[in-house]
Nanobody, 119 residues
Framework: VLLVESGGGLGQTGGSLRLSCAGS????????MGWYRQLPGKQRELVAQ???????NYGDSVKGRFTISRDNAGNTVDLQMKSLKPEDTGVYYC??????????????WGRGTQVTVSS
């Protein structure tokens, strides 16, 4: 599985940005896709994720501001970010999960895209 992110860049406080992630390869094995971020000096954290059945989950800090969506084919996941804050600045990573033999989670990651929010 290969994940390629696009979007991001520079945004303003209160503004909007959109991230997109296109997956290729054995996408039929993927059961959830989402976005994580790594803020300066902090560990990587969940931003949002969506399962094959459409169930979504958001990190507390982005609830009500960010919206995740996935295309019907399940190969692309978008993150619409609104009401941006300077503390949203960081590197955003696309993530896809599959289950290996023995029900062990395996994560695929994109290379990351920088989001910078100016105050």
């Amino acid at each position: 599985v290969l994940l390629v992110e696009s979007g991001g860049g520079l945004g303003q406080t209160g503004g909007s940005l959109r991230l997109s992630c296109a997956g290729s390869g054995e996408m039929s094995s993927i059961y959830v896709m989402g976005w994580y971020r790594q803020l300066p000096g902090k560990q990587r954290e969940l931003v949002a994720q969506v399962t094959n059945t459409g169930t979504t989950n958001y990190g507390d800090s982005v609830k009500g501001r960010f919206t995740i969506s996935r295309d019907n084919a399940g190969n692309t996941v978008d993150l619409q970010m609104k009401s941006l804050k300077p503390e949203d600045t960081g590197v955003y990573y696309c993530n896809a999960k599959t289950l290996l033999t023995g029900a062990i989670d395996f994560d695929y990651w994109g290379r990351g895209t920088q989001v910078t929010v100016s105050s």
